[in-house]
């Protein structure tokens, strides 16, 4: 069946740090592809996605690009700041059918200043 | 706009209880979908209702079920609950089925069960 792998963590930063988060998937067809953040006590909030391949999803200095030839759609910030410290989530929704997100098991970062 | 709202915030039930739980999507949205997130994982899919009827269904026990109302608010209701079905039980609403339709999460519900 589908899935998504990704870091797991925890990762802790220092302010303006570079940050990667890798995220794997497997699935039929070619799925739209997603990263989701979750800050402490609150739901998912949608922070990027794609939608094919070599596509690039990008929000508030967060990009992740779309690679079908690896299978991957890694998360990755240039300088990340104390107020990006919450929970990522890596998720795939397959084409067709219902709105079936599938997540992978997300990825706490905390970030000092 | 108000954004996804779920009722209760938090709840505690025992085990052999079953519990109900409410979700109001975002106006004008007809999609609504339920996930569980057990502590330290990623959500799971339960349900996803358009329309009123079902359109997806994840692995989830029969004790398992939802519904959707005309107004499209959705109730997800659990039977002879378990200490495993402690989580964070979300709904996600989107306007319409499709996939370029982004999905957007309520703040969850909080299920403890003794």
């Known amino acids: 069946g589908d899935s998504v792998t990704q870091m797991e963590g925890p990762v802790t930063l220092s302010e303006e740090a570079f940050l990667t988060i890798n995220c794997t998937y497997t699935a039929t067809g070619y799925p739209s592809l997603f990263w989701y953040v979750q800050y402490p006590g609150e739901g998912l909030q949608l922070l990027l996605k794609a939608t094919k391949a070599d596509d690039k999803g990008s929000n508030k200095g967060f990009e992740a690009t779309y690679r079908k030839e690896t299978t991957s759609f890694h998360l990755e910030k240039g300088s990340v700041q104390v107020s990006d410290s919450a929970v990522y989530f890596c998720a795939l929704r397959t084409q067709g059918g219902s709105e079936k997100l599938v997540f992978g098991k997300g990825m706490k970062l905390t970030v000092n200043p | 706009d108000a954004g996804v709202t779920q009722s209760p915030t938090h709840l505690i039930k025992t085990r052999g209880q079953h519990v109900t739980l409410r979700c109001s999507p975002i106006?004008?949205?007809?999609?609504v979908s339920w996930y569980q997130q057990v502590l330290g994982q990623g959500p799971q899919f339960i349900f996803q209702y358009y329309e009123k009827e079902e359109r997806g269904r994840g692995n989830f026990p029969d004790r398992f079920s939802a519904r959707q109302f005309p107004n499209y608010s959705s109730e997800l209701n659990v039977n002879a609950l378990l200490l495993g079905d402690s989580a964070l039980y979300l709904c996600a609403s989107s306007r319409r089925q499709g996939e370029d339709q982004p999905q957007h999460f309520g703040d969850g519900t909080r299920l403890s069960i003794l």
């Open positions: 106006s004008g949205h007809k999609s």
